[in-house]
């Protein structure tokens, strides 16, 4: 345990010298437990840092105005391989090469620029280089507001932070430990976010008119893909629904705008009485809040 420690004290330190005090050279000692162990440190360290500080400052600010990242889902790019293969796969490789393959002198940049220029410059470069790979991910939200672009730093912190943390592993390890951390960053959230669908409870609820059951999907199946709705003199008797979202339902069934986060979900009604489409809305909309 002791070790352990010693040897997170030395990382942390290793780590606030090179955000301080870029520089174009490898870490001492370089082997490949020590670059595992690092990468290691940095998940851990990432992880506490988002789950206790950041993520909760960001839902506070949601109670303020919601923070939109998708309107209407794309179903074609909502399904498990799509995220697997863009999200964990080819995004991390992009994002490598786009921010950070040009931190260390090496290839064209030695054609370029001399050594005496770069060393001057490197600081700058790890900074402009950090900032960007964050503010780019503002792009992955559909807010547009003046209070929006104001927060909008606190909003990519997590990914300004892993800026920082994948630039460290570049330029003191190798290109490959980047792409292997930002890999497993990506993937973490992928299955976190698959057993949190998995074990999250289905909204049901029974009266003398209706059985309703919704259940949350974190990923659409194209295949299992159903949309069935009778109607008889403008009441709904059964619904089943599968994979579709909440917000494609409410803005073709009951031409309702809603202005929030776009999500999967899974409908089985049936009504002796049938219910009117404002009924169905207030039932999506109830479960909507209780989902919050």
């Not at 490949?32 to 690092?38: L, M």
Request: with cysteine.
């Amino acid at each position: 345990m002791r070790k352990v420690i010693n040897d997170f004290w030395i990382f942390s330190s290793e780590f606030l010298e090179f955000i301080k005090h870029p520089t174009d050279s490898r870490i001492i000692n370089y082997n490949i437990k020590k670059n595992v162990k690092y990468i290691g440190y940095i998940l851990i360290i990432e992880l506490l840092i988002s789950i206790i500080i950041i993520f909760p400052i960001i839902s506070i600010l949601e109670w303020i105005e919601p923070i939109i990242e998708t309107k209407r889902i794309n179903y074609k790019e909502s399904t498990l391989i799509y995220a697997i293969v863009g999200g964990v796969i080819v995004a991390p490789i992009i994002e490598e090469i786009t921010f950070r393959l040009i931190l260390r002198y090496k290839l064209v940049i030695k054609k370029i620029i001399i050594r005496n220029t770069w060393d001057k410059i490197f600081k700058y470069l790890v900074y402009i280089s950090i900032i960007l790979f964050g503010m780019v991910h503002i792009s992955n939200y559909e807010n547009n507001s003046v209070f929006f672009w104001c927060i909008s730093p606190i909003i990519v912190l997590t990914q300004l932070l892993g800026g920082a943390f994948l630039s460290f592993l570049r330029i003191r390890f190798n290109f490959l430990s980047g792409i292997l951390y930002h890999t497993l960053w990506n993937g973490f959230f992928l299955i976190l976010s698959l057993i949190s669908s998995i074990i999250q409870e289905p909204y049901t609820k029974q009266t003398s008119n209706y059985d309703l059951k919704i259940e949350y999907r974190e990923y659409c199946s194209l295949k299992n893909q159903k949309f069935s709705m009778s109607i008889t003199e403008n009441k709904i008797y059964d619904i089943e629904i599968k994979d579709y979202s909440i917000n494609h339902l409410l803005d073709s069934v009951v031409h309702y705008k809603r202005e929030a986060n776009d999500y999967l979900i899974e409908i089985q009604l049936n009504s002796k009485k049938g219910l009117t489409k404002q009924e169905f809305k207030e039932l999506l909309l109830e479960y909507d809040r209780l989902k919050k």
